[in-house]
């Protein structure tokens, strides 16, 4: 019989000669579309050869009999306690890859949320770990700071391998802000100032908008961010007033700034796409030097560009694909 086996497919059958096998979860799922492997609860994977896939792998074994060993996998991490185990997954199934508390939004929609105790476990095991403060004096943990915790690359290696979730690094997209803004909202009966607008229905300029197309269709909400000439990198919930304030001016934000901006975000965890021009490009690079900035030629070429990422999925990919190969090499340095 032809074996029909990937060799992503092979390595995890070939590693696994109990028959319960573990690995990366788009393996794992064309597996299981192929009939190779059954969704397994026990312990040691979370699937199982079928008959069909002990077939399959004899005849790869017997179709390479001069094969080269295939690397190992890694092997599946000791399954954690319950509570434990749903918070890594939970986290893991959500864009900003929060551990939700008492203090996530989470709890008071109702939705999935844990206690102190379980994220202190998850933290004292690295599943788990706060970012920094620019007031930090030194390393800081979350016994001692209490601070949202956020998975980390053994986070999501465990779910990888004990949830089947094909969680990668975050997918974060900064874009530039706009000088045409809403107007003022003014000041209410008492004369007090007006809040101001969310971040994301501030900026209403053509170039700015196709930038915010574009990245609406490269990343969910929550990992979009706005640079902005005065107050850095913002969320599109934030509320802000207009302003008339460009890089070149005293009050803009400073690189040091957007330093502590950037490791409070833990972008040097996540791989980022920028959308904008050549001057907030380069305020961002030092504190983010593996940021791919894909935009080329004046406004009209790359509002033709997010136009394009917009409507293309290859396109949406291949930057991706680059921001990836920009996080691993200078990951690597």
Same mark, same amino acid.
């Given at each position: 019989?032809?074996?029909?086996?990937?060799?992503?497919?092979?390595?995890?059958?070939?590693?696994?000669?109990?028959?319960?096998?573990?690995?990366?979860? /788009?393996?794992?799922? $064309?597996?299981? !579309?192929?009939?190779?492997?059954?969704?397994?609860?026990?312990?040691?994977?979370?699937?199982?050869?079928?008959?069909?896939?002990?077939?399959?792998?004899?005849?790869?074994?017997?179709?390479?009999?001069?094969?080269?060993?295939?690397?190992?996998?890694?092997?599946?991490?000791? $399954?954690?306690? &319950?509570?434990?185990?749903? !918070?890594?997954?939970?986290?893991?199934?959500?864009?900003?890859?929060?551990?939700?508390?008492?203090?996530?939004?989470?709890?008071?929609?109702?939705?999935?949320?844990?206690?102190?105790?379980?994220?202190?476990?998850?933290?004292?095991? %690295?599943?788990?770990?706060?970012?920094?403060?620019?007031?930090?004096?030194?390393?800081?943990?979350?016994?001692?700071? %209490?601070?949202?915790?956020?998975?980390?690359?053994?986070?999501?290696?465990?779910?990888?391998? =004990?949830?089947?979730?094909?969680?990668?690094? =975050?997918?974060?997209?900064?874009? /530039?802000?706009?000088?045409? $803004?809403?107007?003022?909202?003014?000041?209410?009966?008492?004369?007090?100032?007006?809040?101001?607008?969310?971040? %994301?229905?501030?900026?209403?300029?053509?170039?700015?908008?196709?930038?915010?197309?574009? !990245?609406?269709?490269?990343?969910?909400?929550?990992?979009?961010?706005?640079?902005? *000439?005065?107050?850095?990198?913002?969320?599109?919930?934030?509320?802000?007033?207009?302003?008339?304030?460009?890089?070149?001016?005293?009050? /803009?934000?400073?690189?040091?700034?957007?330093?502590?901006?950037?490791?409070?975000?833990?972008?040097?965890?996540?791989?980022?796409?920028?959308?904008?021009?050549?001057?907030?490009?380069?305020?961002?690079?030092?504190?983010?030097?593996?940021?791919?900035?894909?935009?080329?030629?004046?406004?009209?070429?790359?509002?033709?560009?997010?136009?394009? *990422?917009?409507?293309?999925?290859?396109?949406?990919?291949?930057?991706?694909? $680059?921001?990836?190969?920009?996080?691993?090499?200078?990951? &690597?340095?």
């Amino acid at each position: 019989m032809s074996h029909g086996l990937s060799p992503t497919g092979a390595r995890i059958l070939n590693t696994n000669d109990d028959g319960v096998v573990a690995g990366h979860a /788009a393996a794992l799922a $064309k597996l299981e !579309a192929d009939g190779l492997v059954v969704p397994h609860d026990g312990d040691g994977g979370t699937h199982r050869m079928t008959e069909d896939g002990w077939e399959a792998l004899e005849a790869w074994r017997q179709a390479t009999p001069g094969r080269s060993p295939l690397p190992e996998l890694p092997s599946v991490p000791p $399954k954690l306690p &319950a509570r434990q185990h749903d !918070a890594v997954l939970t986290a893991a199934r959500r864009p900003d890859q929060n551990v939700p508390g008492r203090d996530d939004p989470a709890y008071w929609a109702g939705e999935t949320w844990f206690r102190s105790s379980t994220l202190r476990k998850i933290a004292a095991i %690295g599943y788990a770990a706060i970012r920094p403060e620019p007031y930090d004096q030194g390393p800081a943990t979350w016994e001692e700071t %209490g601070r949202p915790l956020y998975l980390t690359e053994a986070g999501r290696e465990y779910a990888r391998q =004990r949830g089947n979730i094909d969680v990668r690094r =975050r997918r974060v997209v900064v874009i /530039a802000c706009g000088e045409k $803004k809403l107007p003022d909202p003014g000041v209410d009966e008492y004369g007090h100032p007006l809040p101001g607008y969310p971040a %994301g229905e501030l900026y209403i300029g053509d170039y700015h908008r196709s930038l915010r197309g574009a !990245a609406d269709a490269l990343t969910d909400q929550k990992l979009i961010f706005i640079a902005s *000439a005065l107050h850095g990198l913002v969320p599109l919930d934030r509320r802000l007033r207009p302003y008339d304030v460009t890089l070149r001016d005293e009050r /803009a934000i400073t690189p040091e700034k957007i330093g502590w901006q950037a490791a409070r975000l833990g972008l040097d965890d996540a791989d980022v796409v920028f959308l904008g021009g050549q001057d907030y490009a380069a305020l961002l690079l030092p504190s983010v030097p593996h940021l791919y900035a894909p935009l080329a030629g004046g406004m009209g070429d790359q509002r033709g560009q997010c136009a394009r *990422a917009r409507e293309d999925a290859d396109v949406r990919e291949a930057w991706w694909k $680059k921001a990836a190969v920009l996080h691993d090499e200078h990951a &690597a340095c």
